[in-house]
């Protein structure tokens, strides 16, 4: 009897030693993780953002850059739908790190940019970036939860500090991609020397490969833990592709996904073609882009620091659109090119408030998406980057056929659509707590 009572004595301490030896181990891997992935994403898009932007000017025969761009966009779009069924395949780990191959692709094409080329890497982009985007979004929500759960800390409010963190990582690839192409490129005007083209994007594949060597020292993770599995490819394509669309919370956000990826595409395809080259010039572009990223890193960290659930995103969301619809009624009503020094202010002004508002959409919709859709993520990280994607499209194939007052116009008639659904989306979300508690 008495070895009895010392075994059940014992068998408690055995729990307790493991219990204190492994929580203050186990969260700070999911802080690392987080780290981790925003700086890999930092190397990654510093090298694909800057060449991105530079596809109008180092590759103009017969359109090939830009050509190249909408098909990637239109790739994009196509392979997001089935993106979700991928990284549930694969787990979000395996899925960043395969993702990562598009873009060193794509930067390799360039080197000797061809039809032959170009065009096979934009289509295998645009299947490797709709699952890095979805594998992103699902790991980072699988990492914040646990965090959270670890630490006893509000979900919702750690889910907005890794978003926060990461567009934050995201947003300065703008500034450094464009410092490292104004180092290299000695000719601004005609894209620069064909030996400065070379080492500049021989340094962007370098970037590509650290990013690429920093996604391997990810944890693995089970995002799917509390997910029934799928047995059949049809049930799987059902659940992810055609089950969200049937639900009214994805209807009510797919109207504020949309407008996030027409009003990213706008400041890239309208602003700075219609906006800043008038009143900078083309040498103007990349230090106007660098103040975009720059002010839409500091809307990033200060969206996710004060994310703390979904009144927190309301409210926050319903700043950044105020932001956007100023800026478009100021396009409409009030803006002209000036001369003078004020003809050089505004636009850096208008590009810096405007970049604000990107950071706010940015972490808003990922948190938003993160605390309500916990069971599918990926699906819903899948129509996050469906719609986005076909948005941009949309806006590189108007751009030429369009004014700068039409394009106007039908964002701010995308932005009243898409705040409408949201608020009603956050009234039906909230009803629904309060009715459960």
């Known amino acids: 009897?008495?070895?009895?009572?010392?075994?059940?004595?014992?068998?408690?301490?055995?729990?307790?030693?493991?219990?204190?030896?492994?929580?203050?181990?186990?969260?700070?891997?999911?802080?690392?993780?987080?780290?981790?992935?925003?700086?890999?994403?930092?190397?990654?898009?510093?090298?694909?953002?800057?060449?991105?932007?530079?596809?109008?000017?180092?590759?103009?025969?017969?359109?090939?850059?830009?050509?190249?761009?909408?098909?990637?966009?239109?790739?994009?779009?196509?392979?997001?739908?089935?993106?979700?069924?991928?990284?549930?395949?694969?787990?979000?780990?395996?899925?960043?790190?395969?993702?990562?191959?598009?873009?060193?692709?794509?930067?390799?094409?360039?080197?000797?940019?061809?039809?032959?080329?170009?065009?096979?890497?934009?289509?295998?982009?645009?299947?490797?970036?709709?699952?890095?985007?979805?594998?992103?979004?699902?790991?980072?929500?699988?990492?914040?939860?646990?965090?959270?759960?670890?630490?006893?800390?509000?979900?919702?409010?750690?889910?907005?500090?890794?978003?926060?963190?990461?567009?934050?990582?995201?947003?300065?690839?703008?500034?450094?991609?464009?410092?490292i192409s104004l180092l290299l490129l000695t000719n601004g005007s005609d894209g620069g020397s064909p030996t400065g083209k070379s080492l500049l994007f021989t340094v962007f594949l370098g970037c590509i490969l650290l990013g690429a060597l920093l996604m391997c020292f990810l944890s693995k993770r089970d995002e799917n833990e509390d997910v029934l599995p799928s047995h059949t490819l049809v049930g799987s394509l059902v659940k992810s592709v055609i089950a969200p669309l049937l639900e009214t919370r994805v209807l009510l956000i797919i109207p504020l996904i949309a407008y996030s990826g027409l009003q990213q595409a706008f400041v890239s395809a309208e602003f700075t073609k219609k906006i800043i080259e008038p009143a900078l010039g083309v040498s103007g572009v990349g230090g106007a882009m660098a103040v975009f990223g720059a002010t839409d890193a500091i809307g990033s960290l200060l969206a996710g620091r004060f994310t703390s659930g979904l009144a927190s995103v309301t409210i926050i969301v319903s700043v950044g659109s105020f932001l956007h619809i100023s800026i478009l009624l100021w396009l409409l009503f009030g803006y002209s090119l000036t001369s003078g020094v004020s003809s050089s202010i505004l636009p850096l002004v208008m590009v810096a408030i405007w970049g604000v508002g990107d950071g706010v959409f940015n972490t808003q919709l990922n948190a938003l998406l993160g605390m309500l859709f916990k069971r599918d993520t990926e699906a819903a990280f899948a129509q996050l980057k469906t719609w986005q994607s076909a948005a941009i499209a949309v806006v590189f194939f108007l751009s030429p056929a369009i004014g700068l007052q039409a394009m106007v116009i039908l964002m701010i008639v995308a932005l009243c659509i898409a705040m409408a659904g949201f608020l009603f989306l956050t009234l039906r979300v909230e009803k629904s707590s309060a009715e459960i508690h």
Request: charged share 10%; hydrophobic share 45%.
């Open 1 to 179: 009897m008495a070895s009895e009572g010392r075994r059940e004595e014992a068998a408690p301490l055995v729990v307790v030693v493991e219990d204190s030896s492994s929580k203050p181990r186990q969260p700070k891997n999911h802080a690392r993780d987080a780290h981790i992935l925003g700086f890999a994403f930092l190397f990654l898009f510093s090298a694909y953002g800057a060449a991105q932007n530079l596809q109008s000017t180092v590759n103009t025969e017969q359109g090939l850059g830009t050509t190249s761009i909408g098909i990637l966009y239109l790739s994009f779009t196509f392979f997001s739908v089935f993106a979700s069924l991928v990284v549930r395949w694969l787990g979000s780990k395996n899925a960043l790190v395969l993702g990562t191959t598009g873009y060193f692709l794509f930067i390799a094409s360039n080197l000797k940019p061809s039809w032959y080329t170009m065009v096979p890497a934009s289509l295998y982009l645009g299947f490797t970036a709709s699952i890095i985007w979805v594998g992103q979004g699902t790991y980072l929500t699988s990492a914040a939860r646990s965090h959270a759960k670890d630490l006893r800390l509000h979900e919702g409010a750690v889910i907005g500090s890794f978003n926060g963190e990461f567009w934050g990582f995201f947003a300065s690839t703008q500034v450094i991609g464009n410092l």
